[in-house]
């Protein structure tokens, strides 16, 4: 065989042999079925009954894979109500920066919060979480350190793209603080509330009255800063 066609012949063998994945994208792989598989069963079947067992099955993963990763099952619950608030808060900064010029940023901001945010998966999730913690001292406190980060994500985005008016009784990052407050209370009614007409109504009443103390900022097209803490591959 001459020289040029063995030459040819090993580089399309190179070509087509599969290239073997790093250790650390191995790891990130798992990471990913683990805390996706977590996210499903929180959803699907609650908190109480989220087990390590179910867990494993759903992300199709070797019994003990999860230790390699994950000391327990609330370091588990952690490392996804982590990635739900990172998806989320990179979702709201997509629906923010949207927004044409000639429409109200706020009351755009406010609606999609509600119906894009609170009332999908994540924000079931987040929720059952919340009142899971109630009665899981361990969960609580994991959620502790998580909520500080909320805050932080939700100062950077509201003093980003909204100001205080003249004589507003409180900085533009509490009025967005409560305002998650608010919706989550709201979400709390959803299941016995029938006709869902009195949210919106709800809504527009919250966006009228914060709206009366924050406006837009002129100008902002970019994405908020992100905090020091942000990972790498969010």
């Not at 899981?136 to 980060?149: C, F, I, Q, V």
């Not at 998650?180 to 919106?200: E, H, N, S």
Request: proline share 4%; hydrophobic share 45%; with cysteine.
């Amino acid at each position: 065989m001459a020289q040029t066609e063995m030459t040819a012949e090993i580089a399309a063998e190179t070509k087509a042999a599969p290239q073997r994945r790093s250790q650390e994208e191995r790891t990130r792989e798992m990471r990913t079925k683990l805390l996706d598989a977590t996210i499903i069963c929180l959803e699907r079947e609650g908190y109480a009954a989220t087990s390590i067992s179910r867990i494993v099955a759903e992300a199709r993963v070797s019994r003990g894979a999860h230790l390699h990763h994950f000391e327990s099952k609330a370091a588990l619950i952690q490392a996804a109500a982590e990635r739900l608030m990172l998806a989320i808060f990179k979702r709201l900064g997509r629906v923010s920066r949207s927004v044409r010029k000639d429409e109200d940023r706020l009351a755009s901001l406010i609606r999609s919060l509600w119906k894009d945010v609170f009332q999908s998966r994540d924000g079931a999730v987040v929720l059952e979480l919340m009142i899971a913690a109630r009665t899981d001292r361990e969960l609580a406190e994991r959620l502790h350190g998580l909520m500080a980060k909320v805050r932080d994500l939700y100062a950077l985005a509201a003093q980003h793209y909204f100001q205080s008016k003249p004589g507003a009784p409180m900085a533009v990052e509490d009025i967005f603080f409560l305002t998650q407050w608010q919706l989550r209370g709201m979400l709390l009614d959803k299941a016995i509330v029938r006709d869902p007409t009195v949210f919106d109504a709800y809504i527009d009443k919250w966006i009228a009255l914060i709206g009366a103390y924050i406006e837009p900022r002129r100008g902002v097209e970019g994405p908020p800063p992100k905090p020091e803490w942000w990972p790498l591959e969010a």
